[in-house]
T-cell receptor, first 115, second 112 residues
Framework: DTGVSQNPRHKITKRGQNVTFRCDPISEHNRLYWYRQTLGQGPEFLTYFQNEAQLEKSRLLSDRFSAERPKGSFSTLEIQRTEQGDSAMYLC?????????????FGPGTRLTVL | GENVEQHPSTLSVQEGDSAVIKCTYSDSASNYFPWYKQELGKRPQLIIDIRSNVGEKKDQRIAVTLNKTAKHFSLHITETQPEDSAVYFCAGGSSNTGKLIFGQGTTLQVKP
């Protein structure tokens, strides 16, 4: 499967714990995006990378959230000191070029449940 | 701030009828407007998009129109089929920021 992949697919954690998610984009895609989606809502932009550079980060994003794409390939999203409000589907998407007009291909998501 | 409003939140039509979903955006710098379809339990998939220098675009039974002056754009699906049933999201994107802002979604139900 050459699409975007995300791991794990499901994560259950206790409040206060740290979690890390991984996204593997389509090979050689330059841009990688992270979104959060809650039930009945559209994807909410979190951050994006162009190669290894993090170019934009949502102002709504707490400093408990951090993302990396160290070699310009896979990316990780870490949430520290999780809260129940962090429960959501975390989606990753990648696009081939360096423009907003390039199609974003989404991964299957990681569903986080914070107890 | 950046915002995309989408209406209606739910839409039910008979098979063969047309469906229209409308979105408005607030960021004047937005220049790219994709539409995504998300089936239950699946990832969003792009179905059509339009750039700000174009007023209308069609792809078989799907069309999108853009009114930059009014800051609104619409998705039109003709001859709807049961497999069109899904949640549809509009989004607005800006080359300045590189980010897509999604609407809240419209759940479309096509009754056989």
């Amino acid at each position: 499967d050459t699409g975007v992949s995300q791991n794990p697919r499901h994560k259950i954690t206790k409040r206060g714990q740290n979690v890390t998610f991984r996204c593997d984009p389509i090979s050689e895609h330059n841009r990688l995006y992270w979104y959060r989606q809650t039930l009945g809502q559209g994807p909410e932009f979190l951050t994006y990378f162009q190669n290894e550079a993090q170019l934009e980060k949502s102002r709504l994003l707490s400093d408990r959230f951090s993302a990396e794409r160290p070699k310009g390939s896979f990316s990780t999203l870490e949430i520290q000191r999780t809260e129940q409000g962090d429960s959501a589907m975390y989606l990753c998407a990648s696009s081939p070029g360096t423009s907003i007009t390039d199609t974003q291909y989404f991964g299957p998501g990681t569903r986080l449940t914070v107890l | 701030g950046e915002n995309v409003e989408q209406h209606p939140s739910t839409l039910s039509v008979q098979e063969g009828d047309s469906a229209v979903i409308k979105c408005t955006y607030s960021d004047s710098a937005s220049n790219y407007f994709p539409w995504y379809k998300q089936e239950l339990g699946k990832r969003p998939q792009l179905i059509i998009d339009i750039r700000s220098n174009v007023g209308e675009k069609k792809d078989q039974r799907i069309a999108v129109t853009l009114n930059k002056t009014a800051k609104h754009f619409s998705l039109h699906i003709t001859e709807t089929q049961p497999e069109d049933s899904a949640v549809y999201f509009c989004a607005g994107g800006s080359s300045n920021t590189g980010k897509l802002i999604f609407g809240q979604g419209t759940t479309l139900q096509v009754k056989p």
